[in-house]
């Protein structure tokens, strides 16, 4: 089985990625070739430090390590090491619509936060597609967030191949069942996000042990003490999830240890499970990301089998789409 998910380098990485991205990645990675890439072309599509994208690549390379990736099992890339990528996406634009990348929510989203809305913003949604598509990807592990991106991957999927003929195989995505979608700590109506979350609004994975209390502690919930997952206590339930995500516990169990207890030792106690999971992570992060040469050389051979991997299904692009050029030129 093939699997294949993308991160953006830039910005500090949180515990919704945690859950939805990084933790799946490494439990995916047992179950077949899995291909993990660090998405920095679609970081360009918003406003965006050039000096710090090199950083921040290497930064999200150590932090894939650390979260438990093997780069002798798992395939780990920097996207523009592999320029398929670029050349599939113009090539997909091609079964994309105007109206359908309209509707896109994440577009939506991210346009309203920006003055000036990029063109790749809005095409976006097709570099992503070719990402999951050059792979013969069956299985894409992400968060609900992507969920519209990976279901417009398969029409677009669906669609060349009863154009062009039959070249792409169907992914399907793989959402975590608790933690499909972190809230922020300060308003649990949104989700935690990199650049729509503020400071106290998100756990990082870098951050020490007083900051994730401080975090947890101030989380927002409500006027009760009961400790149940419902949809009008969107605090409690998401301080439930992250629980469940940091202990590996059941929601179930954790309702029945904390409910009716009062929120300060429930809140207390999701912190030191956060804390619990997260310390070894950032132990092994900083160990990494003091070795650049190391990362640097495991990501240049993961781009090698990117190339080698994804080479036969671009030239199955070109081929049905009837251009004459061949692979190398
Ligand atoms: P990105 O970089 O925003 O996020 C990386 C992963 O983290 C998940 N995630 C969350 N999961 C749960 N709760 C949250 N609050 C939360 N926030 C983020 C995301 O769902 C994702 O799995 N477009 C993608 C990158 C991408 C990609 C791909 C993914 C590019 N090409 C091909 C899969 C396949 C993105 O921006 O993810």
Known sequence: M??????????DKHFGNYSGGFRQYAATQA???????????HSVTVDYHPPALRESSLNLAAMLFATGLEADRSTIFVQSHNV????AAWLLSAVASFGELRRMTGFKERAE???FVTAGLFTYPVLMAGDILL??????????DQRQHLELARDMAVRFNQRFGETFKLPRGQYPAEGARIMDLTNPEKKM?????SDMGKIL?????????????????????????AEDKPGVTNLIDIMSVASGRSPESIEAEYDGQGYGRFKAAVAEAVIECLNPIRERYLRLRSDPVELEKL??????KARQVSAPTLQAMYDAMGFVRRSGG
Do not use: N, W
């Not at 792979?135 to 609900?144: A, E, F, S």
């Not at 990501?299 to 090698?304: H, M, R, Y």
């Open 31 to 41: 179950e077949g070739e899995a291909f993990f890439c660090i998405v920095d072309l």
């Open 113 to 115: 936060q920006q003055t």
């Open 205 to 229: 994975l870098v951050d020490r042990p007083d900051a994730i209390r401080r975090k947890v502690m101030s989380a927002v919930t409500d006027a009760g003490r009961d400790v149940r997952r």
């Open 299 to 304: 990501l240049s051979q993961g781009a090698e």
């Open 135 to 144: 792979y013969q990807t069956d299985l894409v592990p992400i968060g609900d």
């Open 84 to 87: 398929a990528h670029a050349e």
């Open 2 to 11: 093939r699997i294949f998910s993308g991160i953006q380098p830039t910005g």
């Open 193 to 197: 996000g990199t650049t729509t979350s």
